[in-house]
């Protein structure tokens, strides 16, 4: 589908965006290993989202939903098998490489033979960075050169003791999920510090589980087949959704935006800091915790100065990327992304998805092996931009088509439903 967006006066209004992705997964994941029934309200409508839902309904997890609430019934660690048909279940995990990494672990925990598929994209994602670790401790997995589709053989696993080398929330969550089948203690280590949505859900479904900080990053240690407890949780906003919002509000002048309900994890909610130390006029208040802390924030149109994002920083902003460089480009001065080259194995290859998008909105952008560096501060123009199904993609072309003068076409907009449907609808109600 082709989207024609065209330049605005002003962003100004209050908006709340769905359910966080990554929250969602986990949420749904976790439930269905709980000793009972699961409420978890406020569920992301991303199709990504949906992935995980039918991958568990084929696993024979109850699921009903009503809206964007969830009932799940846990089948409890030892309930997650399927009787042995001969031919392994086929779960189809779409676009989503976190539904496609989370599954690895728990099949591969649970010991239940599936085959993993997925669209194009994540037919490209790598995949060893979760086969190596789970085979090294026991598990049988058939590969297409460390990509889908994957075939998960019955395997029997003993404790894990890994230390992630690829800064991935995805890894260490798909370790920590096959470590809760495990008899005995595992312990997964991360030495940069990624998402913690995982073990914040765990803590709060009061599961066999301790998280601590370990040099400059943290060790999780699991104490295997022990069901945690049903959640009852309200999933937050998703702010890797919210931040194109938020990056549009910053570089019109003279909007005001106020997101309401909007995920505020310290581990998530970087890009903030990041817009703040580039000048822009962005509150924040957290509300409430629960196992998530959310809130509101306040954003008016501000002038920004470009910034650096490298090193430890960068896996706390690492979908955020696409949207910061829409900003960069309305900063003076030179916006710099470096140690990010995990950006060329997202769905799309989002160094260079995002430096031809700049560039065909007339920006400056030079483009490197781990990043990019944007000069910003110069008009923009119109431009056609080619989704390439990245959702992320979609979003950034449209903010910056907000932004320039006339009218710009976005192809394959339709990608924006994977993580955000809501997405145009959300535009429309802000832009003036
Ligand atoms: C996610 C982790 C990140 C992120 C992805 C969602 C998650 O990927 O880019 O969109 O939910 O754990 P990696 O863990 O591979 O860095």
Not at 224 to 241: F, N, Q, T, Y
Not at 303 to 322: A, F, K, N
Request: neutral net charge.
């Amino acid at each position: 589908m082709d989207r024609e967006v065209s330049g605005v006066r002003r962003v100004e209004g209050e908006i709340r965006v769905g359910g966080d992705k990554s929250i969602s997964h986990r949420a749904l994941v976790l439930s269905s290993m709980a000793d009972g029934q699961s409420v978890v309200r406020g569920l992301s409508a991303a199709r990504d989202v949906a992935s995980t839902l039918q991958s568990l309904g084929r696993l024979g997890v109850e699921l009903e939903c009503g809206g964007t609430t969830v009932r799940v019934l846990g089948k409890g660690i030892a309930g997650l098998k399927l009787p042995d048909t001969g031919e392994p279940v086929v779960l189809d995990c779409g676009n989503s490489g976190t539904t496609a990494r989370l599954m690895t672990g728990l099949l591969a925990g649970a010991g239940v033979r599936a085959r993993l598929v997925g669209d194009r994209s994540l037919l490209s994602r790598p995949m060893k960075r979760v086969i190596d670790p789970l085979c090294r401790f026991g598990a049988r997995i058939e590969h297409r050169e460390g990509r889908l589709p994957l075939v998960i053989q019955k395997g029997s696993l003993q404790a894990i003791r890994y230390t992630v080398p690829v800064p991935s929330a995805q890894v260490k969550t798909a370790l920590i999920l096959a470590s809760m089948f495990v008899g005995g203690k595992s312990e997964i280590e991360e030495t940069i510090i990624t998402r913690d949505h995982t073990e914040r859900l765990l803590a709060a479904m009061h599961a066999a589980f301790r998280s601590e900080p370990h040099e400059n990053g943290a060790r999780i240690t699991v104490w295997g087949r022990k069901d945690p407890h049903p959640l009852d949780m309200e999933v937050p906003g998703d702010i890797s959704s919210a931040v194109f919002f938020i990056a549009l509000a910053l570089i019109v002048p003279g909007s005001r935006l106020v997101v309401r309900n909007v995920g505020l994890n310290p581990t998530r909610a970087r890009i903030l800091s990041v817009f703040k130390r580039m000048g822009g006029e962005v509150d924040t208040n957290v509300e409430a915790g629960g196992p998530e802390p959310y809130g509101t924030v306040r954003v008016r149109g501000s002038s920004l100065v470009g910034t650096e994002v490298s090193g430890r920083e960068i896996p706390l902003v690492i979908d955020e990327i696409p949207a910061l460089a829409c900003a960069a480009l309305f900063a003076s001065g030179e916006t710099v992304i470096r140690d990010a080259r995990e950006l060329r194995v997202k769905e799309s290859d989002r160094i260079e998805a995002v430096c031809d998008m700049v560039r065909r909105f007339g920006g400056e952008v030079e483009e490197r092996e781990d990043g990019f560096t944007v000069r910003g501060g110069a008009p923009i123009n119109n431009a056609l931009i080619e989704s390439g199904g990245d959702h992320r993609i979609a979003m950034a072309a449209s903010v910056l088509a907000c932004a320039a003068p006339g009218t710009s076409t976005i192809r394959g907009a339709e990608c924006v439903s994977v993580s955000c449907p809501e997405f145009f609808d959300l535009l429309e109600h802000v832009v003036q």
